[in-house]
């Protein structure tokens, strides 16, 4: 099955819906393709709160005055040629023709291995969240909420109105960095509406600044978690332990396509071009920004990609707003280098192939470790231990290959044949 688009657009979060309504209201056929059953994204496929609820609504309105066709369970995995990108729906294989390409593929929880932290019902804090909205019961469980990031209290404010028990949340940051950012969040309305409202949310629910977990236990699935908090160690009782460590972009894809990553990000101009002419991307993958700069971001991608320069320079200043406030966020809960020294010799560091970081550590690299060990050739191909091990050893994350996702036999037989020099030199560029 083919279709083709002027502007399609990867990834129906904020940053997508905006992309493909700004591109669409110009009267041009626009695609937006989700791996999901439902368009939102991380935060609006199933609106944590009455506020966000609403915008989704109005922006879900737009999309369908706007007449963007949507593809929702579709999964883009490899680029066939350029301007050409194949995706798996159902038992179906799509190929997907485009003029202009806005990716907005959104982030991920970064995960960092303790003793413990691959038992059952040690998950992570955006994932147990996503697991309640799909129906997990979770009234009067204890959850200890965990690591760092604002989405740490989202998830605490979520979990507590559907019933659970919330003993503590760690926040591996320290005070005075929170100080900091509480005091620039009062410089803005809307922010500082948010950060009184979860307040009022979690009023009664032990905060813990310089905490973080150590150790999980428990026998068939967590019963008990030991956390650090100012030096000392005390272990807490709990059913779930839900515990992420901020968030790290989905460039893969982007990388894939061969446009310039820097710093870890998918690199921009004002434009939100990337280093492809044709290929924008908007959202989380260049930064970690939240809510508002995802949607600015795709606003601008959609205007430009459109041929509309001139209403999307009128969104910069907004732009530069958020982006001072992801510079502010990224500073704050940056990792403390006490983190690294989480893992025993013995803990799992790749959950998909099993190994430890001790058989880890006798590496220099991430090839050679992936070489000598299958780190990151599982399943999830290193989303989960690539992140980790960035930091852990301070490799430098290895190139792309096709496809990006796991998919059917009779899907790879299809792909495209890689043209291996093409793609060494490719992966020199980006190194
Ligand atoms: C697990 C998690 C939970 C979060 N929960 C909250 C919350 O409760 N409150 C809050 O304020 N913020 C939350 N955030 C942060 C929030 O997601 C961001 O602030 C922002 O909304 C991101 O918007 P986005 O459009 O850039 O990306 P996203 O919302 O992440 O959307 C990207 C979409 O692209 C899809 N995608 C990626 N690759 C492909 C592909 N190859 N093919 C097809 N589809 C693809 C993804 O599945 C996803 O649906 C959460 C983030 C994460 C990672």
């Not at 989700?34 to 991380?42: E, K, R, W």
């Not at 503590?168 to 900091?180: D, G, P, V």
């Not at 010799?345 to 060990?373: F, M, Q, Y």
Request: glycine letters at 10%; a positive charge; charged letters at 20%.
């Amino acid at each position: 099955m083919s279709q083709s688009f002027d502007i399609l657009v990867i990834g129906g979060g904020p940053a997508g819906i905006a992309a493909a309504v700004r591109g669409a209201e110009s009267g041009v056929a626009t695609g937006i393709v989700d791996d999901n059953a439902t368009l939102g994204g991380q935060i609006w496929r199933r609106a944590p709160t009455e506020n966000a609820a609403q915008q989704a609504a109005e922006w879900h309105e737009r999309l369908q005055k706007a007449k963007v066709s949507v593809l929702c369970g579709t999964r883009v995995f490899d680029q066939a040629e350029p301007g050409l990108l194949l995706a798996e729906r159902d038992n179906d294989m799509l190929q997907l023709a485009y003029r202009k390409l806005v990716l907005a593929t959104g982030a991920r929880e970064r995960f960092l291995p303790f003793p413990g932290w691959t038992l059952p019902n040690v998950m992570g804090a955006g994932g147990l969240q996503a697991m309640v909205k799909a129906g997990l019961p979770i009234r009067g469980k204890r959850v200890i909420v965990a690591g760092t990031g604002p989405l740490l209290l989202a998830v605490a404010t979520y979990l507590r109105k559907h019933g659970a028990e919330i003993p503590i949340i760690c926040e591996q940051a320290s005070w005075s960095r929170l100080a900091r950012f509480g005091l620039t969040l009062l410089t803005d309305r809307q922010k500082a509406a948010q950060a009184r409202q979860l307040k009022r949310d979690l009023a009664g629910v032990h905060f813990a600044a310089n905490a973080w977990p150590v150790a999980a236990h428990g026998q068939n699935a967590v019963e008990s978690v030991t956390i650090m908090r100012n030096g000392n160690s005390e272990e807490i009782a709990c059913d779930y332990l839900a515990c992420g460590f901020h968030l790290v972009p989905n460039t893969e894809l982007a990388a894939l396509l061969s446009c310039q990553i820097r710093g870890g990000f998918v690199h921009v101009d004002d434009l939100q071009r990337t280093t492809l002419s044709n290929v924008f991307c908007a959202g989380e993958p260049t930064s970690i920004g939240g809510l508002e700069l995802s949607l600015t971001e795709g606003e601008i991608a959609g205007l430009v990609a459109s041929n509309r320069v001139q209403e999307a320079q009128r969104l910069f200043p907004a732009r530069k707003k958020w982006r001072r406030f992801a510079r502010r966020l990224n500073r704050t809960f940056s990792l403390r280098d006490e983190l690294r020294g989480l893992a025993s010799p013995d803990t799992i560091v790749c959950r998909c192939e099993d190994v430890p970081h001790s058989r880890l550590r006798e590496h220099n690299g991430w090839r050679a470790a992936k070489l000598h060990t299958r780190c990151g050739m599982g399943p999830c191909q290193g989303r989960i231990c690539g992140p980790a091990t960035e930091f852990l050893f301070r490799w430098n994350p290895d190139s792309v290959r096709p496809p990006v996702f796991p998919v059917r036999v009779s899907s790879l037989a299809a792909m495209p044949r890689t043209n291996e020099s093409e793609r060494t030199n490719f992966e020199e560029a980006n190194r």
